[in-house]
């Protein structure tokens, strides 16, 4: 074989082998996707015009298990729940993680690093095992959050038992656990901000409030974004805080919106509902995120 | 001189404050933990007893042989390490191989897959649980291993992720491995991978965590005690909820198995910060 002729083959070869193999490697991921996440969205809205209980096949009944869930007083319930627990982390946890993140950046905070360490830990806690852990500190009598009121000399508080204070439980499981990891999204923004600018601002006489006002959170803006539409988004998702620290109760005062189509599926066998139940939040939950995007845009110009 | 003493004065104001925050919110950060872990050690009746107190009165160790005798703990543990391990292993195989494609390769598919990818990056996963549970019923599938170690390992996350890391490998170190007679897998096997072992790094250790730390789908899928992962079956034994005290309930076990359940990611955590902070920034991990 002269050179040339190798050179062909080799060629010809790799050709043949560069071609197929893009489609070789994307294969298993493709496959995979396609069976555990593409055909199952596609086949529950075929369960959701279905009348299914349990796992017999059911009988077909159109889009009535969509009417019936808009006008399920339960559902609109669990609606308003997902909304005052989506309240809490825009309106409390996003603000005091951007606070936080202030004081981590500031050149008066010692042990920065340590302390951003401490603070990312419940993120990666198990859910199960903050439910646990806050289960003993919410608990009437024994619970140290009761016991440290009462040295204030507040009553104690029937934190998960009370129609009232349910929700505001799982609000402060909710802060508790994600402060620490949006404050490290906001950090992230922080550190990218060069010095020079804030120097510049604080030459020009601006003292630190106004810097943040003015010079930080315009910058921050895409961070902001980012932040507010996954506190939307994962808040709007939220079920297992719910689901096994208060069940959703006392009555229905906690029951939010995936919790009520768990609930629907595997408790009450419902699959047909719960599916409708399913594809009406993913239609609100892509409302709700383009809307939120649009608006940040329309601020923003 | 008098403006000097003020502006001295207002930076340690400034430092008392900012660590005054700084330190109470780690305090309030760590005390569940520290509480959790102090009660695992006390006896029941301590637990239930006032004025409660952080430290044991009585250290006791009687709690941890106790979860394992009272429950199939040991089996549960046995299963969410098969499971998050497995899992792991592979989504890194599945992800990084389609990563390299759409990273390094001209194809007919390559934008579309790459879009879907995108739009499914941030799936709601409790949209999938109920044709999840029909396909895998029909399929014989629930209560295996295989119901939790298939489902989420092709993650569009995972994929996004290491491509971000395959794209910057220089396409001239793939030429001349080609030159020399390498054929496209082993460019995959012996180039890219021990390149972009950092991302590989990042995407085990946040493969691993989500899978140890899923509640969801596992209590949907495993109905057999037997077959329960940690979180599963630690939901089971009443410790969430803390409704009413239930003195015959064994809350120092319950303590003791929650205990044993964060200290695998406690520990990865210390060890792994670097990678574990690159993947939290990403956004990857599941809330």
Same mark, same amino acid.
């Given at each position: 074989m002269t050179g040339l002729q190798l050179t062909r083959t080799w060629r010809a070869r790799g050709k043949w082998q560069a071609r197929l193999a893009p489609y070789l490697f994307i294969m298993p991921f493709l496959i995979m996707l396609t069976l555990f996440m593409l055909w199952p969205t596609l086949y529950s809205f075929r369960i959701s015009v279905f009348d299914i209980e349990g796992l017999n096949s059911g009988t077909y009944v159109g889009l009535r298990n969509y009417r019936d869930v808009l006008a399920d007083p339960r559902f609109w319930i669990s609606i308003k729940n997902t909304l005052i627990y989506m309240a809490g982390s825009v309106f409390i946890l996003s603000p005091l993680a951007f606070l936080l993140a202030l004081a981590l950046h500031s050149r008066l905070a010692y042990g920065s690093s340590f302390f951003r360490l401490v603070y990312l830990f419940p993120a990666i806690t198990n859910p199960v095992v903050v439910v646990i852990m806050f289960s003993q500190l919410f608990q009437k009598d024994f619970g140290w959050l009761n016991q440290a009121g009462a040295l204030i000399g507040l009553s104690p508080i029937p934190w998960v038992e009370s129609r009232n204070w349910a929700m505001i439980s799982i609000i402060i499981v909710g802060i508790w656990s994600w402060t620490g990891i949006n404050t490290l999204f906001f950090l992230a923004g922080l550190e990218d901000i060069p010095t020079e600018i804030l120097d510049a601002a604080l030459v020009d006489g601006a003292d630190y409030v106004r810097t943040v006002w003015y010079v930080m959170i315009p910058l921050l803006r895409p961070i902001i974004l980012f932040v507010l539409v996954q506190a939307i988004i994962g808040s709007s998702l939220i079920v297992v805080q719910p689901l096994l #620290?208060?069940?959703?109760? *006392?009555?229905?005062? +906690? #029951?939010t919106a995936v919790l009520y189509l768990y609930l629907s599926a595997f408790r009450y066998w419902k699959l047909g509902y719960a599916a409708a139940i399913g594809y009406i939040l993913m239609a609100g939950e892509i409302a709700l995120s383009y809307t939120v995007v649009r608006a940040f845009q329309a601020r923003a110009d | 001189m008098g403006h000097l003493k003020r502006v001295r004065l207002g930076h340690s104001c400034g430092i008392t404050v900012v660590m005054g925050v700084l330190v109470a919110l780690g305090l309030v950060t760590v005390f569940p933990y520290l509480f959790n872990i102090l009660a695992s050690f006390k006896p029941n009746s301590e637990i239930f007893s006032l004025p409660v107190s952080v430290f044991p009165k009585k250290w006791q160790l009687a709690n941890y042989p106790d979860l394992f005798a009272l429950y199939p703990y040991a089996r549960w543990l046995a299963n969410s390490i098969i499971i998050a391990t497995g899992s792991t292993v592979i989504s890194l195989l599945v992800c990084s191989l389609a990563a390299f494609a759409l990273a390094k390769y001209k194809f007919r598919g390559n934008g579309p897959v790459f879009s879907i990818v995108l739009t499914t990056m941030a799936f709601p996963i409790a949209m999938l649980l109920i044709p999840l549970f029909l396909q895998l019923a029909r399929l014989k599938l629930l209560n295996t291993y295989w119901a939790l170690l298939l *489902?989420? @390992? @092709? +993650?569009p996350f995972g994929v996004f992720l290491i491509r971000q890391y395959i794209v910057a490998v220089d396409d001239a170190l793939l030429d001349a491995a080609r030159i020399d007679g390498c054929s496209e897998f082993g460019i995959y096997w012996r180039i890219i991978l021990p390149v972009i072992r950092p991302a590989l790094g990042v995407w085990a250790i946040i493969a691993f965590t989500n899978s140890w730390n899923d509640y969801l789908w596992p209590s949907v899928a495993m109905s057999d005690m037997n077959m329960f992962t940690v979180p599963v079956g630690l939901a089971g034994l009443g410790g969430g909820m803390g409704a009413q005290t239930m003195t015959n309930t064994p809350y120092g076990s319950i303590m003791a198995g929650a205990t044993i359940a964060i200290l695998p990611v406690l520990l990865l955590f210390i060890i792994a910060q670097r990678q574990f902070i690159t993947g939290l920034k990403a956004g990857a991990v599941k809330g």
């Amino acid at each position: 074989m002269t050179g040339l002729q190798l050179t062909r083959t080799w060629r010809a070869r790799g050709k043949w082998q560069a071609r197929l193999a893009p489609y070789l490697f994307i294969m298993p991921f493709l496959i995979m996707l396609t069976l555990f996440m593409l055909w199952p969205t596609l086949y529950s809205f075929r369960i959701s015009v279905f009348d299914i209980e349990g796992l017999n096949s059911g009988t077909y009944v159109g889009l009535r298990n969509y009417r019936d869930v808009l006008a399920d007083p339960r559902f609109w319930i669990s609606i308003k729940n997902t909304l005052i627990y989506m309240a809490g982390s825009v309106f409390i946890l996003s603000p005091l993680a951007f606070l936080l993140a202030l004081a981590l950046h500031s050149r008066l905070a010692y042990g920065s690093s340590f302390f951003r360490l401490v603070y990312l830990f419940p993120a990666i806690t198990n859910p199960v095992v903050v439910v646990i852990m806050f289960s003993q500190l919410f608990q009437k009598d024994f619970g140290w959050l009761n016991q440290a009121g009462a040295l204030i000399g507040l009553s104690p508080i029937p934190w998960v038992e009370s129609r009232n204070w349910a929700m505001i439980s799982i609000i402060i499981v909710g802060i508790w656990s994600w402060t620490g990891i949006n404050t490290l999204f906001f950090l992230a923004g922080l550190e990218d901000i060069p010095t020079e600018i804030l120097d510049a601002a604080l030459v020009d006489g601006a003292d630190y409030v106004r810097t943040v006002w003015y010079v930080m959170i315009p910058l921050l803006r895409p961070i902001i974004l980012f932040v507010l539409v996954q506190a939307i988004i994962g808040s709007s998702l939220i079920v297992v805080q719910p689901l096994l #620290l208060t069940q959703g109760g *006392p009555g229905d005062a +906690s #029951l939010t919106a995936v919790l009520y189509l768990y609930l629907s599926a595997f408790r009450y066998w419902k699959l047909g509902y719960a599916a409708a139940i399913g594809y009406i939040l993913m239609a609100g939950e892509i409302a709700l995120s383009y809307t939120v995007v649009r608006a940040f845009q329309a601020r923003a110009d | 001189m008098g403006h000097l003493k003020r502006v001295r004065l207002g930076h340690s104001c400034g430092i008392t404050v900012v660590m005054g925050v700084l330190v109470a919110l780690g305090l309030v950060t760590v005390f569940p933990y520290l509480f959790n872990i102090l009660a695992s050690f006390k006896p029941n009746s301590e637990i239930f007893s006032l004025p409660v107190s952080v430290f044991p009165k009585k250290w006791q160790l009687a709690n941890y042989p106790d979860l394992f005798a009272l429950y199939p703990y040991a089996r549960w543990l046995a299963n969410s390490i098969i499971i998050a391990t497995g899992s792991t292993v592979i989504s890194l195989l599945v992800c990084s191989l389609a990563a390299f494609a759409l990273a390094k390769y001209k194809f007919r598919g390559n934008g579309p897959v790459f879009s879907i990818v995108l739009t499914t990056m941030a799936f709601p996963i409790a949209m999938l649980l109920i044709p999840l549970f029909l396909q895998l019923a029909r399929l014989k599938l629930l209560n295996t291993y295989w119901a939790l170690l298939l *489902p989420f @390992a @092709a +993650s569009p996350f995972g994929v996004f992720l290491i491509r971000q890391y395959i794209v910057a490998v220089d396409d001239a170190l793939l030429d001349a491995a080609r030159i020399d007679g390498c054929s496209e897998f082993g460019i995959y096997w012996r180039i890219i991978l021990p390149v972009i072992r950092p991302a590989l790094g990042v995407w085990a250790i946040i493969a691993f965590t989500n899978s140890w730390n899923d509640y969801l789908w596992p209590s949907v899928a495993m109905s057999d005690m037997n077959m329960f992962t940690v979180p599963v079956g630690l939901a089971g034994l009443g410790g969430g909820m803390g409704a009413q005290t239930m003195t015959n309930t064994p809350y120092g076990s319950i303590m003791a198995g929650a205990t044993i359940a964060i200290l695998p990611v406690l520990l990865l955590f210390i060890i792994a910060q670097r990678q574990f902070i690159t993947g939290l920034k990403a956004g990857a991990v599941k809330g």
